[in-house]
């Protein structure tokens, strides 16, 4: 029904950038709240960014300053442009989105994830 695909994820240094893009297609009659979660391993997984339909946002003490979120609404897309990135940064990234279907229901979903490493 939904499907969101995650890309730009990869291998950089400390110190540098990455953009994570997320775009949400199927049949989709509104996303709303659309979120970056990332998984290191060993660890659960954890909340990194999210932003309303609205343009709201809000970040992870761990990030804030560093990374943004954004959104393009007539894309159905979800970006986070990452700075000053940190060995620590080192994970799997989520994409997650709320979205109402065409039929009325309204479901969470998931991207795949990409691999974000950070080292030298």
């Known amino acids: 029904q939904v499907l969101l695909v995650e890309s730009g994820g990869g291998l950089v240094q400390p110190g540098g950038s990455l953009r994570l893009s997320c775009a949400a297609s199927?049949?989709?009659?509104?996303?709303?709240?659309m979120a970056w979660y990332r998984q290191a391993p060993g660890k659960q997984r954890e909340l990194v960014a999210g932003i309303t339909r609205g343009g709201s946002t809000s970040y992870s003490a761990s990030v804030k300053g560093r990374f943004t979120i954004s959104r393009d609404l007539t894309k159905k897309s979800v970006y986070l442009q990452m700075n000053s990135l940190k060995p620590e940064d080192t994970a799997d990234y989520y994409c997650?989105?709320?979205?109402?279907?065409?039929?009325?229901?309204?479901?969470?979903?998931w991207g795949q994830g990409t691999q974000v490493t950070v080292s030298s």
């Open positions: 199927g049949m989709i009659f509104t996303v709303n709240d």
């Open positions: 997650n989105a709320d979205v109402v279907l065409y039929n009325g229901e309204r479901n969470n979903y």
